[in-house]
């Protein structure tokens, strides 16, 4: 009997002095929109489209995503196609961005 209260003693006092369950603070999550943006051609193409030009295309997508996701999603390595931004940063209109690639 002392055996086994002494056993049971031990685990208890063993689940409450140990280390913390998780020590280390979990890394805070980066979103595409968090990391610095400012001088990648999506956020200055995104700036001039929305800000400058107010053109309707720069709004959010349906589905919520924005400028800079669609931009993003579009131009990297694996998407669809890419965009020539020399052409696209130079036009001073919403109708002339579409001649543009």
Known sequence: MKLALSALLFLALSAFSGCPHNPTPSPTPVTADAAPVADTPCAS???????????????????????????????????????????????TSCADIATCQ
Not at 54 to 78: E, I, K, Q
């Open 45 to 91: 193409y995104c700036q001039l489209v929305d800000t400058k030009l107010h053109c309707t295309f720069a709004a959010p997508t349906a589905a919520g995503a924005s400028c800079l996701d669609v931009c993003r999603n579009a131009n990297n390595p694996a998407g669809p196609i890419a965009w020539d931004f020399t052409c696209r940063l130079s036009k």
